[in-house]
């Protein structure tokens, strides 16, 4: 049984993880090798004259030319990776500030309706975005907000709201009332109460849902696409744009910048890995 | 007494109000444009809207096209749902024990879920390709033909599926592995008195007691499944018949044929299916939550 | 009721915009304001080789009249889209596009473009523009004699060949024992069909052919196409747009199970390559002969040197029609007047006849200048050259009329279902010949 357990466990580690150490392998590549009629799988130090050897000379190209713009764009990488560093955080703390405002008034005032506000608020997540994005398109359209930072940053905040709420109630419903009180009787108002007590106690809370905001927002494709499609472009979007290049595509530079771009994503997750879960299931399943 | 329950709840609609109002809006707003044009001929590029009656509904649930993308979805949601929940559910009873290295291992297995689709998609295509891909050069190397998977119209649509149940099994492994662990031990050392065969104890107790669990899991993965869109459009693009989908047709209708009236109407259609499945889905956690059944 | 919504949404959009702290400007996305201190033009194409010869002349027509060019270069699988997501909006961001010659309809019809029927014939004379280019590249209606586009590359599918293969006298033997005749450049698709089955060794990783049968915008259609019309198929009655009875014919059948067969004569997954990834099957080393646009053999041309030849498309029982490429030049419609004209300067540079002269040294700058085509100094300048001045004459194109994209999507999948054996060909022409009729009735041409 414990060796039918490890080899399943260890075969499925080694399928899964297979595709990531090709990608970092593809990276170190040149675009020739990757495309080789025989898989370069070796990483050598010099260069390799046969064409069907499994060697190929390991080169950090790639990563350097993440900085270059490549046929086809506008932007480098690098570029980019500005705006989505930029619109992720941005919309992140939106969100973040916006959800627990409003989790903070379901969790602790009656508000009438406050469960079906609640599933309101959940439904909102299942649309598909395809199905508002011209509605929404229209509307930037006459606000001047079509490929700006702004748009999507505005965009981003609503869509993720959902999941600020929800996560944020599940949090803020774990701290006690008595906190509160205790700062109303020492005679702070109730915003003074919500700014010194309770947010310092919902900071882990606040730092899980960031996270949870921040990785919808940094992978979302549909509206980057069609909203900013030349402008404030996106690195899934300029990624994905790059199709139907006539040099082809790079994929040494796509393979490095993908990898360059899920680190923080991944630093951040083993971070709050704790409340993983949590986050993933908008904070209806509490680890 | 009185005015501080009045300031209390002027309060609350303060703390609340922004955040609904704007949910309302961006969602009120499309669903109005959406019932309108849906009536009429409106066009991507300019043109005043006339209208067309219910034309575009009639198109809608007569043409074979938004049947068949309608079919191909539905197939996709209950293929990789199914996938993913039976993978995960057996990856996490090979996690349920500790193990030195465990949270690496589980790290390492989680990193395809935090992946950007659309940029995976992209990627795979190297690694799938027919001709020079790394999965197709393996296996001739061991002797198989390998299949053209991404442009076999018998394969494409199950690639596809691959690739969404490799960034996805983790997450139903995560979920599988908190129902695992929600279970007391006490009931196990019971049952162990009792001296149940593992699979008794596995199908009455192990699996029940996650049942509420995975059942969450189902309609979170579903309800993704159900909008998929970045990975078909990475691999075969949105025109593709083999393997289009309810997002992926409707962006080839309004960006690319430019029917904006057609798309809306077809909107339309999805959103009565959407608000069903929310239905079900906000019942379903309605219950799970009042009973409390996770740890 | 509408405009009230929206009005709400707007003030949200911008009330959240506050509470977000944010305060960073939209970014501007006319990038092409005309600045007070100098002004300058923007122009877009798809990413190719022609693009960058175009930005080149840009640069000498700034350092003759102080405006500024800049071409922009999208990857062709998403240009489409871009282009006409920019003209929903208020101002386009580019002043010139280069369209595909198919859009022109829409462009047209829609304002999109701006007309220049009046102004053309004051800068260049109308007689040196090749009637082809004329009709399919820049007029709509198609010999309606009025302008919206000016041309810029002209272009055509053709044939590029390994000549080192062909020339090998192993090769040859092989060839005369096999099929008993001499190994030559296919002169008709029979030969072209023999020749790509001679080359075909997937175990020495080496192919027949590849054209053009990408799925995603309309590769496929142009791989068809030129075969379509050597088999004496069609895509519509000429005089009467009519389909039904024409598309699903002998003729357009015969030409798409041709097809198919050449689908097995090529690279693994060639059922699928955009024009980049057909230059790649030749580029690699690994084809013996593409069927692509002439843009692309330039580069073949620096590659290979003398290990390549050139040919114009094969023909069918002595038809011989080659898909029509090639772009024109549009002014957009959405710009301010002031930027018009300082694109229609730019126009009326480029087609003066020392430009063109120009533009033929570009890589792939290819002209409709017809007296500079049936010149023997253009036609010996490059192995290319010849065989494209006679494509020229063979092209034809596709529907160009505004209703284009939806014509193109439907014919894109019912031909993909006949390539790929999901549906037999004669069911997906009959199914798709309906459908066209259909979408043209309701565009009002039919």
Redesign the interface.
Known sequence: MKLVRWFVLLAYLALAAAPLAWMALSSLKRRDDT?A?HAKFLPASSAVDDSASPWFEATLAAYRDLGAVH??A?ESFLGHLGSSV?IGL??T??SV??GTCCAYGFSRFRVPGAKDWLFFVLSTRFLPPLAVVVPV?I?Y???????????L??LY??FNLSLAVWLMKGFLDEIPRAFEEAALVDGYSRGQAFLRVVLPEARTGMAVTAVFCLISAWNEYGFA??LN????VTVPAYF?????????MPWPQIAAGALVFVAPITVFTVLVRKSLLRGMTFGTIKQ | MNSSAQTGRGLAWALVG?TL??LV??N??PL??NI?SSFT?AE????AWRSVGGANYARVFEDELFAGALRRTALFVVCAVSVELALGFVLALTLQRDFKGKQVVLTTLLIPMMLSPAVMGLYWNLVL???YGVV?QALSALGFDPP?W??D?DYKFWSILLIDVWMWTPFMMLIALAGLNSIPTSIYEAAQIDRASPWKVFTRITLPMCAPVLGLAVLFRATDALKQFDLVMAV??P????TQTLSTLLY?VV?????VGLGAAFSCVILVLVIALATVFTRYIDRVQSKDVNA | ??ST??S???L??????A????T????P?GATTASASKPSIKIWW????PATGLQELGREFESETGIAVEV???????????V???????RT?FDIVIGDSQWIG?GAS???YVELTDWLPTVVDLATIHPRAAKYLCEYPEGSGRWYAAPCETDAVGLAYRKDWFEDPAERSAFQARFGRELSVPATYEEFRQVAEFFQRPDA?RYGCAMPSD???DGLTMGVQNLLWAFGGRWKDEASNKVVGHLDTQGTIDAIEFYKTLMKLG???C??L????V??SFT?G?TAMILNYFA?FPGIQAQFGDKVGFAVVPSHEGRRVASLGGQGLSVSAKIPREQQEHAKRFIAWFLQRRVQERWITKPAGFTANSEILASPEFRAKTPYNAPFADSVDAMRDFWNVPAF??LL?VT??YV??AV???MPTAEALKKLALEKERILK?EGLL
């Open positions: 495309i009629p046929a086809g506008q930029v941005l919309s703390v939106a500030a916006l398109l509307m359209r006459a606000l001047d907000l079509q490929g700006t930072h702004l748009g940053i505005v905040t609503v696409m069609t499609s030349s402008g404030a994905a744009g790059l199709q139907g290049n006539i040099e082809g | 922004p109002a704007l809006a961006f009120i707003f109005v444009y309108v001929n991507l590029i300019g043109g390709n027919g001709n197709n053209q991404l442009t119209r075969t693009g025109n593709d018949a083999a080839q960006f690319r044929d430019g029917s | 009721m509408k919504l929206w709400v949404c707007a949200l959009a911008l009330g959240l915009s509470c977000s702290g944010d960073s400007s939209p970014t996305s798809f990413q190719w080789d922009q270069q999208i990857p062709l699988a998403s240009y489409q889209e871009k006409f997501l920019e003209f929903g909006g208020s961001n829409r829609s304002g999109l990783k799925r995603n915008y690279p693994k997954g059922e699928r955009d024009y980049g990834q230059l790649e690699n690994s692309f994209n939806k999507a894109q999948r993909g279902m790929d054996g999901e309701e």
